[in-house]
């Protein structure tokens, strides 16, 4: 009796994904560009930055300013169980807005980097 | 000659029970910033919004008097480790732990202060940690 090929590939490929695991993590909400460009400088102020974005995740005061920090984590999280040895790769990235409001509350700066549209699924403990 | 062969048998299986829990672990924090990709600023003229464009956010910023600190933060950790006990499993119903293992954290920081315009007065690397490699004894 012969082996059916496709058995074999199914077989193959089934006993190659056995301990494998991929998950993916998040933290707080994305951060919304379009939303980001509807803030202006000198004119929207916080009530209207809270409308936009909902409450900030932390505020900092100082410099007779306060500070709306909003943050979101995003982390992939790909695994390889083999039974002799267990790889675990944990890549984690995150996303940061601060609005700068005045003694006023009118929005002064913004400054945002998106860092989680490059989180990849890496499986590679060693190295750099 | 036959003793040899079921020495070599038991020794390869007792390896790889040894090593049946071996397990290594890698977590990345965003993307490490090297002091060649600073060549852009200028003290005095960059903003921080150009430093982040290019680095991606600061993870704090802090006020002190009427500058702006902001810190952006950089960290890899690597964790190992080995658990003897599944030695146990051939002989034993329970599988007790015995587990040797260790981890290391690299934290690593690049400063940036700002005057009250978010022009950038001056910058500094923190010192960088060495603790994140495999290390499976921990004594």
Redesign the interface.
Known sequence: MRFPRSTAVILAVALLLQGCIVSRWRVGNPIEEESLSQIQKGATDRDQVVVLLGAPDRI????D?E?F?YYYYDAKSPALLL????????????????V?LDKGGIVR???????TD?VEFTL???G? | MRLWGWLHSVVILFLCLTISSCSVRRVNFNEPIAGGALTFITTGETTLQQIVDRLGAPEDIITTGDQFIAEFKWSTTRSSSLDFGHVFKVVSPVTPSMTLSGTGINVERFLVICDDRLIVRSYAFGKVDEHAFFEFWPF
Do not use: A, E, H
Request: hydrophobic letters at 40%; aromatic letters at 14%.
């Open positions: 900092i005061q100082g410099n300013k500070i920090q039974g002799l040895l267990n790889i675990i790769t944990f890549n984690v990235k995150s996303d940061n807005l601060y700068f700066d913004l400054v945002f980097g998106k860092r490059t590679r403990p060693w750099k």
